[in-house]
C-alpha cells in the first residue's frame, strides 16, 4: 500500500520528516514525541473528502481539530501543512509504473481571497496535489492539480505532460474529465496516465487502511452505518463485523492454498491468544444492535464482555481488523499492550507476523519492552523477517522531534539501546542487586 511517508509542518514535526514504512513498523520513544502524531498522518491520507471543497477531515473521527490545531506551533498560520506518501510495488504491479509519490498540500481555508469558505470551518483545504511518477525506464515526470482561488467553484488547474487544463478532485482524486477553458465548455477524457494515477489513488482509502485508537470501546453494541463496514476507529463495531463475516471466506490461505473462512480463523487464533477454554461468538440483538458473547466451554456458561477480563475487550477490535483485512493492507494500531498481560503483548506480535507473511503491512506505536522482544525473537527464528521489521524510536530533543532507526541484528541482538528506550526495568533490576 504505502512504502514510506512525509510530513511537513504536522503537530510536532517541523519542516520536513520522511519515514520508511517496511512489513512491520514499531513506533517507540518517549511521551510527547511525535509517536501518535505519525500514525495519524498516516491515516489522515484517507480523510480527505469533498463538501463542496476538498478538505481534509480533522474531526471526523480522529477528533484533532481545525487547522491551527495540527499546525506547528513554530510555523505561521500563512504557511501550508504536506503530507506525501510514496505508493509500494505491490500496489503498482498491475499499472504502467515503476515510482509514483503523491505530495498533498494543505492550507487555512481563510487565507484564499475569492475562494468561499463560510461552510468550509476550521478544516485545512486541499490547495494542491503534487504526482510524480516514472513509467518503465523513462524520466520522473510530474502531475500538478493547483486549487484556483475563484468565487463559486472549486476548481483544480491541471498542469503535466498529457493533460493540462481544469479538473474537479473528489477527495484527493481528480475527476476523469479534463475541462480545456475557464469557462469549463470545452471537455475531454483524462489521458490513460491520468485515469492510472486515478486508480491507485481511488485504492488509498479507509477500506484498504485501517486504524484503532488507544483507547479502545469495550461494549461493541453499534451497528456501522456508513459505506465502509469496518470496526471503527475505537472498535465500536467490532460485534457486527464477527457477525457479518462468520462465514465469509477471508484473504488468508493455510498451506495448500485453500481460503480460511473467518469462523475458522478467528476461532484459532481465539485459542491462541486466549487458551482453549473460550469461545467468542457475536449475537444480534433487536434494533440492529448487536453483543458479544465469551463461552466458557468447561462450564458452558455465556458471560459477555463485562464479566470476563478487560483485556479481552480490547485484543477483540485489534484481533477483528487483522483477520478481516486483505492482502496489501495497512493496518495502524495504537498501544495495543493497553490492558494486556504480557503473555497476551507477545502472542499478539505472532498475530502481527502471521499477517505479514499474508501481505499486509503494520505500524504499531507501543512502550512495550515485550512487545519488542518478541519481534526480536520472531527474527531470531527466522532471519528473513529482519528486512521486513522497522523500529523507529522517538524523543524530543530542545523542543524538536527527533527519531532514530533501531538496528536489529538477525540474532535478534540490538546493535544501540538509545536512553529511555524500554530500559527502565533494567535500571530498576540494577537497584535491586545494589540493594541486596
Known amino acids: 500500500m504505502i512504502e514510506s511517508i512525509e510530513v511537513k509542518n504536522f503537530k510536532g514535526y517541523e519542516g520536513i520528516n520522511g519515514f520508511d514504512l517496511n512489513g512491520i513498523t514499531i513506533v517507540s520513544g518517549t511521551n510527547n514525541s511525535g509517536k501518535s502524531s505519525l500514525l495519524q498522518a498516516i491515516y489522515l491520507i484517507t480523510q ?61 481555508a481563510h487565507l484564499y481571497e475569492k475562494l468561499e469558505v463560510f461552510d468550509l470551518g476550521d478544516d485545512p483545504v486541499l490547495d494542491q496535489v503534487s504526482i510524480e511518477y ?43 474529465i479534463v475541462y480545456q477553458d475557464e469557462q469549463l465548455k470545452v471537455k475531454n477524457v483524462c489521458s490513460d496516465t491520468l485515469d492510472q494515477i486515478r486508480m491507485i489513488l481511488n485504492q488509498v482509502n479507509k477500506s484498504n487502511i485501517h486504524y484503532i485508537k488507544a483507547f479502545r470501546m469495550n461494549d461493541f453494541t453499534e451497528k456501522n452505518l456508513s459505506n ?45 491468544l486466549l487458551g482453549p477454554e473460550y469461545k467468542i461468538r457475536s449475537k444480534v440483538l433487536d434494533k440492529g444492535k448487536f453483543k458479544v458473547i465469551v463461552e466458557e466451554i468447561t462450564s458452558g456458561l455465556e458471560l459477555n464482555l463485562s464479566q470476563v477480563g478487560f483485556g479481552i475487550s480490547q485484543i477483540l477490535p485489534i484481533l477483528t481488523m487483522i483477520l ?30 502471521f499477517a505479514l507473511k499474508h501481505k499486509r503491512k503494520l505500524v504499531i506505536e507501543t512502550h512495550s519492552e515485550h512487545i519488542i522482544n518478541r519481534i526480536r525473537l520472531n527474527i531470531k527464528l527466522n532471519p528473513s523477517l529482519l528486512e521486513k521489521v522497522n523500529i523507529l524510536f522517538f524523543e524530543k530533543k530542545q523542543g524538536n522531534i527527533e527519531h532514530l532507526d533501531i538496528e536489529i541484528h538477525e540474532d535478534g541482538k540490538i546493535e544501540y539501546w538509545p536512553e529511555g528506550f524500554f530500559d527502565q526495568s533494567y535500571h530498576d533490576l540494577l537497584g535491586l542487586i545494589e540493594n541486596e
Request: hydrophobic residues 35%; charged residues 25%.
Open 324 to 353: 478481516t483485512s486483505k492482502k496489501n493492507d495497512m493496518i495502524i494500531i495504537e498501544n495495543p499492550e493497553v490492558h494486556l498481560h504480557p503473555k497476551l503483548q507477545a502472542l499478539f506480535i505472532d498475530l502481527c507476523v
Open 48 to 108: 480527505n473528502k469533498t463538501i463542496n471543497c476538498p478538505i481534509l477531515a480533522l474531526d471526523e473521527e480522529i477528533g484533532l481539530g481545525g487547522f491551527s490545531d495540527i499546525l506547528n506551533k513554530n510555523i505561521s498560520n500563512r504557511d501550508t501543512i504536506e503530507i506525501s506518501f510514496s505508493i509500494d510495488d505491490d500496489l503498482l504491479e498491475t499499472s504502467a509504473f515503476e515510482y509514483l509519490h503523491a505530495r498533498l498540500t494543505y492550507r487555512n
Open 228 to 272: 465502509h463496514r469496518n470496526i471503527g476507529v475505537s472498535g465500536e463495531y467490532t460485534a457486527e463485523i464477527i457477525e457479518l463475516k462468520w462465514n465469509q471466506n477471508m484473504d488468508f490461505f493455510n498451506d495448500e492454498g485453500v481460503q480460511y473462512k473467518f469462523s475458522v480463523l478467528f476461532d484459532e487464533w481465539v485459542r491462541n
Open 134 to 176: 516514472q513509467i518503465g525506464n523513462g524520466d520522473v515526470s510530474t502531475l500538478t492539480f493547483q486549487l484556483m482561488d475563484k468565487p463559486s467553484i472549486y476548481i483544480y488547474a491541471v498542469s503535466g505532460e498529457s493533460d493540462n487544463g481544469f479538473c474537479y478532485l473528489n477527495g484527493m482524486v481528480p475527476e476523469p
